[in-house]
């Protein structure tokens, strides 16, 4: 049973352009969390996904960050215009039901923006 | 608002000795709550859960929790830890809606 995949696993990107960051769930898993770990700092929650519905984006920068989870195929976390301070490790994780489940980890998008 | 507070930000330990980790979390009901080892460059992965019953959980690794609802703790522990154990440990509380929050994080050396 593959665990959760994220890819790329290291992306860099120049100040202003977009990335998009990719997270397969584990099989089953229906739902998806995005979470952010920012140099020198903890994991912080961004946003919580199912299948064609964002359920809770109270972590999401108002600006600029966008996710979706559609129907068919993996979530996408996708950064518009991206700035020095976005630099940071993206972390997917799932889990198989609501609460009371664990969230399993995938490894990580390392975002560097130049 | 929940939060989870993980005091030591650095922990040096020697290979074979005892270590404990420590976790305080504020919520306002019985919260579910986790552990979480960090290697470097690497992602997350699950050491051990509480959700309710016996305070003492086993995890894998040879990690055990102790989960005391009057200190709102839940301190991590092992015996004898192992030069593979040197890593970034993440103490997470999972209230209502899902989301983790996590503490800062402890990161362990191990001496040889």
């Known amino acids: 049973n593959a665990g959760v995949m994220q890819n790329p696993r290291h992306l860099v990107r120049r100040r202003g352009q977009e990335a998009r960051l990719r997270c397969s769930p584990m099989?089953?898993?229906?739902?998806v969390y995005w979470y952010r770990q920012l140099p020198e700092e903890g994991l912080k929650f961004m946003v919580y996904l199912q299948k064609e519905n964002i359920i809770d984006e109270s972590g999401m920068p108002k600006e600029r960050f966008s996710a979706e989870f559609p129907k068919e195929g993996p979530s996408i976390l996708r950064i518009q215009q991206v700035v020095r301070g976005d630099s940071a490790a993206y972390f997917c994780?799932?889990?198989?039901?609501?609460?009371?489940?664990?969230?399993?980890f995938g490894p990580g998008t390392r975002l560097t923006v130049t | 608002a929940q939060s989870v507070t993980q005091p030591d930000i650095h922990i040096t330990v020697s290979e074979g000795a005892s270590l404990e980790l420590r976790c305080n979390y504020s919520?306002?009901?019985?919260?579910?709550l986790f552990w979480y080892v960090q290697s470097p460059g690497q992602g997350l992965q699950l050491l051990l859960k509480y959700f309710s019953g016996d305070t003492l959980v086993q995890g894998i690794k040879g990690f055990e929790a102790e989960f005391k609802r009057s200190q709102s703790s839940f301190n991590l522990r092992k015996p004898s830890v192992h030069w593979s154990d040197a890593a970034e440990y993440f103490c997470a509380l999972q209230a209502a809606g899902n989301k983790l929050t996590f503490g800062g994080g402890t990161r362990v050396l191990v001496k040889p």
């Open positions: 099989k089953g898993h229906s739902h």
């Open positions: 919520y306002g009901a019985t919260p579910y």
């Open positions: 994780a799932s889990s198989l039901i609501r609460e009371a489940y664990e969230q399993y």
